[in-house]
């Protein structure tokens, strides 16, 4: 039943596509791709990150155990597996995986890598971040009889443990390297997928070159490819409009959508989607007044965002209204429910009249702090110029402070932050992948709101293992509610994707996830 729910979304979300399909060609080898990547990684390690910049970056060097096949999305496949089984209990899940694989440095792939890979991924070393930490704790061992085979034995069922064997966050990586130094894939890079490694330029770009020992025979198309990093929005549609770039994966709003056909017109292919994202508003729940529930519920009573995403929508890529679910897919809670949960209300006059009171019921009438937020220029400045002003009509005074992704993100893991705007960055609809955010801070590193919260990790186990999709959709809302009610954070809106590419690119695949599909195997130029 999921897994045809899910089915049935990814089809809705592709009907939005826009600008012909090409038609079926025989790809063609050679040639270099220079692409648009709009933030810089602060690092090189998938596991460790939750910033796509990671993936954009990282993506071409590795592979994983499972991927979506983006041509049938959210349809699961092997991608080192070869094939796989799953115990009529679904306690054990045994994974073929192909042989004669190897490492970039010439190291043969083999089971262990696998086994290292997930041990890093649930149980870090000391000095680690695993940010997929608690979607792992579910796993109880690992066996590897042999060099093709790995089983993974679960302690409980786990609705959703396919999906997290598909995350593109999964970059499988050498058992030696992890013994040598569990920190290598920070830094370093030694993986199985399409492309080498050549070099990182900061601040400019990143290269890579075809693996001529890929295990995907006649893949990758491409001689090598260039990822350069273009900050500044302008500096992106002009590299495009002039062809230094072939595309920007990410995504655009929908005035430079309408900038870009203007100024190209054939030249330009256009592929729109409803996306797997949002932005959070995120208190510091450690930090005085934050750690008052009175002044979190206040502050987010105070923004409109029904009337923000009609404007929202027309100069960024923020668009709809939702709750920890991205709206519209079967889990999320209906509109008719929404409106009554704190900061939701259509009625923004009431709903600010009481944030006005809470705010002075808790000697927090003149209010003043520091909003953290990204300095990337779609969606996060208009975001947080629009929470700037949504605060300064209940009397609260606002600094706005932006930086680079690096330092934001180094802020927001030490709790150097009162109020910041964070991002659910998700791969699917699956609602574990969403609720893991949420959990408790002792429990995720994950949750940078820093609370912790025994009721909303209850809520989330419970819909963890149920199977009935009635019932389960009750926990969600349930955990929903208490996070909305305690104010922790909250999601400001979810996305919507527009991806801008050169008619000469061929062969890369359109998904409601800007983090899966950008491995570039496929890719081809028609030039």
């Known amino acids: 039943m999921k897994r045809l729910l899910l089915g049935l979304l990814g089809v809705a979300a592709f009907v939005l596509a826009a ?8 790809p063609k080898r050679g040639g270099n791709l220079n692409f648009a990547i ?57 994974f073929t995986l192909h042989d004669g694989v190897k490492f970039h440095d010439g190291t043969p792939f083999s089971s262990a890598d696998i086994k290292a890979t ?15 930490k608690a979607t792992f704790a579910d796993i109880e061992s690992i066996e590897t009889p042999n060099p093709t ?3 993974f034995k679960l302690k409980a069922v786990n609705s959703s443990m ?31 997928g399409p492309f080498i490694f050549v070099e990182h330029v900061k601040g400019s770009h990143v ?32 590299a495009l409009q002039g062809g230094q770039v072939l595309a920007e994966f990410r995504g655009v709003s929908p005035a430079e959508r309408d900038r870009m056909v203007a100024a190209m017109g054939k030249n330009l292919r256009v592929e729109e989607s409803s996306w797997t994202l949002n932005l959070l508003v995120l208190f510091n729940n450690e930090k005085p007044p934050f750690n008052d529930v009175r002044v979190r519920r206040a502050l987010l009573m105070a923004i409109d965002r029904w009337g923000g995403s009609v404007g929202l929508s027309k100069i960024s890529t923020l668009r709809a209204v939702g709750g920890v679910v991205r709206p519209g897919s079967p889990l999320a809670t209906p509109e008719a429910q929404l409106v009554k949960l704190p900061g939701f209300s259509k009625d923004i006059k009431a709903a600010r009249a009481e944030a006005r009171r809470l705010l002075k019921e808790a000697g927090q009438e003149n209010l003043k702090f520091t909003l953290w937020n990204r300095n990337l220029a779609m969606p996060y400045t208009p975001a947080g110029v629009f929470l700037v002003d949504q605060w300064r009509q209940i009397g609260v005074q606002v600094e706005h ?6 330092p934001y993100i180094a802020a927001m893991r030490s709790g150097n932050y009162e109020v910041a705007i964070d991002f659910s960055n998700l791969f699917n609809d699956d609602p574990t992948l969403s609720l893991t955010k949420f959990l408790s801070a002792k429990n995720n590193p ?51 994707r527009i991806v801008l590419t050169n008619k000469k690119v061929m062969g890369w695949k359109m998904s409601p996830s800007h983090n899966l599909g950008q491995d570039l195997a496929e890719v081809w130029l028609n030039e």
């Open 149 to 151: 085979t790995v089983i």
């Open 446 to 496: 994950l949750n940078l709101a820093r609370y912790n919260d025994e009721e909303i990790d209850k809520y989330y186990e419970l819909q963890l293992r149920e199977g009935d999709i009635t019932k389960r959709k009750q926990y969600i809302q349930a955990l929903e509610k208490r996070l909305f009610e305690q104010g922790y954070q909250q999601p400001l809106l979810w996305w919507h």
């Open 19 to 26: 600008g012909p399909k090409a038609e079926a060609q025989t």
């Open 207 to 238: 290269e890579g070159k075809r693996n001529p020992n890929y295990f995907k025979k006649g893949l990758p198309y491409l001689d090598s490819y260039r990822g350069i990093f273009t900050l500044q929005a302008a500096a992106m549609l002009n």
């Open 118 to 132: 997930y041990d890093r991924l649930r149980n870090p070393a000391k000095g680690v971040v695993s940010n997929r």
């Open 162 to 192: 396919l999906d997290h064997f598909a995350s593109p966050w999964n970059c499988v990586y050498a058992a030696k390297d992890l013994e040598t130094d569990p920190n290598f894939p920070r830094t370093k890079i030694n993986g199985t």
């Open 401 to 406: 402070k932006q930086s680079d992704t690096a």
């Open 38 to 94: 709009s933030a810089e990684t602060p690092h090189y390690d998938c596991h460790g990150s939750d910033t796509y910049a990671t993936l954009h970056f990282s993506s071409p060097f590795y592979s994983t155990l499972l991927r979506y096949n983006l041509s049938k999305f959210p349809e699961v496949e092997g991608d080192l597996a070869k094939s796989w089984t799953v115990s009529p209990d679904k306690l054990t899940y045994t």
